[in-house]
């Protein structure tokens, strides 16, 4: 079963940013909750989703809700998927590329220092590359110390451009 999470602020000031991530059982009944429940309309600039719970609110009613919310109050979209082809092994390493480090760097949310993404340090299953059509940077780990009967779990990791300080590629 694939996870998604979207994390994006609310245009008030001293608003905790919003976690978005149970897909499944908020599911309207008139509308399928799967890998396709969180959707991104490049032409308008929205992440899209539907709920029965109101941003401000946190209880669940009858009424079902269209959020959109513009890419860039948006932190970060991550899917996250099992990996159960794969014998995951503490000797595993990332996709081999030919560039030598990759680094992504990212605001943070609620912490001073910025998120880093490093290809020596995380294991980075693809390159850290940007969709010139979403206008996010993107990148697929998975963790490396989490193991459940020798499988793991790998995330696709979206990024607004307006949220990233920079990207570096190093290549011999």
Do not use: C
């Amino acid at each position: 079963m694939i996870q998604m999470t979207i994390l994006y602020e609310l245009p008030q000031e001293d608003t905790t940013p919003v976690v978005k991530n149970d897909f499944f059982s908020d599911a309207p009944e008139e509308y399928y909750f799967g890998p396709d429940a969180l959707t991104y309309d490049s032409v308008n600039g929205y992440w899209e989703f539907r709920t029965h719970h109101h941003p401000s609110e946190q209880s669940r009613s009858e009424t079902t809700y269209q959020i959109r919310v513009p890419r860039h109050r948006v932190y970060h979209v991550v899917s996250m998927e099992p990996y159960p082809e794969w014998e995951a092994s503490y000797e595993d390493k990332p996709i081999l590329t030919e560039t030598q480090v990759q680094r992504l760097v990212y605001e943070n949310i609620g912490e001073e220092t910025p998120r880093v993404v490093d290809s020596t340090a995380d294991e980075i299953l693809e390159p850290i590359r940007y969709d010139e059509e979403s206008k996010h940077w993107r990148y697929r780990s998975h963790e490396p110390f989490y193991f459940e009967d020798g499988h793991t779990f790998t995330y696709d990791t979206w990024i607004p451009q307006e949220r990233v300080y920079y990207a570096l590629d190093e290549t011999d």
